[in-house]
Structures are given as C-alpha cells and as structure tokens.
C-alpha cells in the first residue's frame, strides 16, 4: 500500500447495492482471495460510446486513489475515475437472466445496446 | 498520372505530422478509440484509420504506423491538436503517453504498379536492417537511412530523416519513381471514390459514407462509434454513399444532383481531371447507387456516374 496516508471513509462515489455486496464478497470467497484485497472501480477510455466500466480485484493502490469501504468491501477509485463515476450505483443481477455486475451512472448522456460502455 | 496509373510515383507527404504513442496499454488504449484494428497490426506495418464520434460521425483521417515499442499516428496538422484532445479526455488510469517529437522525419508515399519493383532497386541503396524496424543503426558514409512500410498492395510509406531528404528524392529517381503532385494525388483519391477529411466531408457524414470502408474492422471489440457503426453495417441502411462522377465542367461545390426534377444528392468536390474534363465526388442516395440513370447537377451540368468503388479485399468483412 502506498505510504500516502488515506482515511477510510464513506463516499457518495460510488454506491454498491446489498446484492453487489453479495457478489463481491462471494468472488474473494471462491477465489481464496485474501482480506486485505480490494474491488478496483474504474472507467477506461474506449467502447462503441467512448467510455468503458471497469472491475477487477487489486492489492495496491496508487497515490491518487480514494479508499472507500461499504458493508464490508472495500474499494478504490482513482481520482478522474471517481469524477464520471460520482452517484454511480452498481447493482449485480444474477440468474439465467441475469447481467452481472451493472452500472447505473447518473452522469452518462448514453448507454451502448449491451451497457458496458457510455458517454459523459 | 501516367505514373501513378501505369508506373511508378512518389510525392513528399510534407501535410503529415506524427504523434508517438508509447506505453503497455497503447495498443488496447488506441483500439477502442481508432477504426482500424491496431492490436493485429504486424511490427512494421502501417494502415489508414479513420476517427469517429460515438455516433459514427467522420472526425478525421490519419496513418497508423506500428514499431517495436511504440505506435506513430501522422496526421495533418491542423487534426494534431484534436487528437490529442480526444486521446486526454480518454485516458484513466491506462499506462499510455503520448509526445510529438522535437525531431522530425519526413514521410514520402510511393505509388502504382510498378512500386514494388521501385522499392527493391531503392532497397538496395539503404541498410536491409532498417527494413525489419530496428532503431536506426549508427552507419558509415553511403547507406541511406530509411524506413520503409508496406501499407497496401504496391503502396509504400516511406519515412526518413529530414537531413536524408535529397538523397531519398535521386534513389527515387534512380529507381524509375515520377514525383506527381498532391493534385494528381487528389485526382487518384477521386478515382478511388475516397473522400477526405475537411475537403469533401467533415463531421456532418458518417464514416462509411465517405468511402473509408477499408478503415472499419468490426470483429476487433468495441471501438468509438462501433454500435452505430455495425448497425449500419449488418443491417444495411446507409443511406447516403459517396459516388464517383464525370462532368464537363466545375458545378458549384454543394450543387444540388437531380433525377427528373428529383434531388437525390449534392456535389461534395471536384477536380480537374487529366484529359480536361472535371472529376466529381458526390453524395448520392441509396435508391440511385446501382442504377442512377441520368444526372444532372442543379446549374445544369450532366454528371455521368461512374460507379460505386468496393473496398479492397484486404478487409473483405467490409466489401
């Protein structure tokens, strides 16, 4: 972890709903992953509408992250990710319908056809 | 235009300039930005690529040149600046950079049948090494230093510094190449039925309506403006193309192409052609691009259609 001190602390960033919370624990869970890990939350450049969402899992942070902690789980964003991303609540919705992990950005003006990419 | 048809042609490219861009994520990064589908591209190789909005709009045309460690994307230079923009506004936490080099080489495009023959007598006057895209050696007096990229079929990108700009025009004498100018290189882009950026289309046209088929690759993952893009692909509804026509005179740019009395399109350019006729590129609605019948421009000018021009088979998913 980076020497920078960091306070965790709630955001308004990014919300996680108790189903994503759900599922995210249960990923490190089956992958043995350990306690300290956390669900990195990020936007790339790219996709049909110029911006893609991004998860994954990660065990350093970097010096413009921000920590967040929820239920739990703890996340990082990094700092012009967390500008697009700020009121984003991600949902997960499982089943033989289900989507995944989703992303409802308050910020995006459009959605590709699949919701994996948008624009600001 | 002999040359260019029959022979062999060359012509200083001197309305390129290059961005470098370098990093891990570079090719990745560039592939959901770009039409062209960079992350196949071989070391060495180079492609045109065309950059769209979101919505499939034409924001500019430009060559991507791929080496070892880093990607050139050369433009011209009033597109550098927005490029730029649009590669900021992108970037997150990628491991990508991008500079424009303070030293500059000069790119040169040899043309036509006869290229190919042209490139192995200009070979064997610079360092075979250089060919395969290793950093320039440190040479003794004589080898010329040059880069060579094939982009196309008998079409070749030739990169050298600008201190070698004299040496690289007498090889290309020496090797048979006709210098041509940029018009004569225009008249060839007319002939292909290939619009450019800021001449016969801008941002109010979508990509494959200019021409630039060969620029879309829709099996490489998502890229800026794809949905559009391959909905319009797969499943037809492109409603304007550009056509190639003949005319005997210069009609107005943006005159107005009827069918009985009908608009069905507009003139987007026009050029001198070489046998004193005038060559025009138009845009022409779909329910007149296999059988347009007889044109006439508003002021009066006959324009004989000469066809729809098929991408080449180099990416036979856009034919």
Known sequence: MSELTRTLEKSTAIRLTPSAVEAVRRSIEDEKLPETIFLRVGVKGGGCSGFSYSLSFDSETQADDRLVEQDGVRLVVDVKSEMVLRGTELDYSSGLNGKGFVFTNPNATGTCGCGNSFSV | ?319
């Open chain 2, 1 to 319: 235009m002999d040359a260019l048809r029959e022979g062999v042609a060359f012509l200083q490219a001197q309305w390129l300039h290059t961005l470098l861009v370098t990093g891990p994520d570079a090719p990745t990064f560039l592939n959901g930005l770009l039409t062209q589908d960079i992350a196949r591209m071989a070391v060495g190789a180079a492609r045109p690529s065309a950059l769209a909005d979101r919505l499939g709009h034409f924001e500019g045309d430009l060559w991507i040149a791929r080496d070892a460690d880093q990607f050139q994307l050369c433009l011209p230079a009033d597109r550098l600046s927005f490029l730029v923009e649009r590669l900021d506004r992108h970037r997150f936490s990628e491991r990508v950079t991008w500079i424009v080099p303070e030293a500059r080489n000069e790119r040169w495009l040899l043309l036509g049948p006869k290229a190919g023959v042209a490139m192995a007598t200009l070979e064997r006057a610079a360092v075979p090494a250089v060919r395969d895209f290793e950093p320039l050696p440190a040479l003794g007096q004589g080898a010329l230093r040059i880069r060579i990229r094939e982009t196309a079929a008998n079409e070749f990108l030739i990169e050298a510094p600008a201190a070698e700009n004299d040496r690289v025009r007498v090889e290309l004498d020496r090797a048979g190449a006709q210098p041509v100018s940029s018009t004569a290189m225009h008249l060839r882009r007319y002939e292909s039925g290939v619009g450019a950026y800021g001449f016969e289309a801008g941002a109010e046209r979508l990509v494959p309506e200019v021409g630039l088929l060969d620029r879309l690759h829709y099996d490489k993952g998502c890229f800026l403006g794809q949905e559009t893009l391959a909905r319009l692909h797969f499943r037809g509804g492109l409603n304007w193309r550009l056509n190639r026509f003949r005319l005997h005179r210069a009609p107005a740019i943006g005159s107005a192409l009827l069918v009985r009395g009908e608009r069905v399109g507009w003139i987007a350019g026009c050029i001198r052609a070489d046998d004193a006729g005038v060559r025009g590129l138009g845009f022409l609605h779909r329910r007149f691009h296999e059988e347009p019948g007889t044109l006439t421009t508003i002021d009066g000018i006959d324009a004989e259609p000469l066809g729809l021009v098929r991408p080449p088979a180099s990416n036979p998913e856009t034919a």
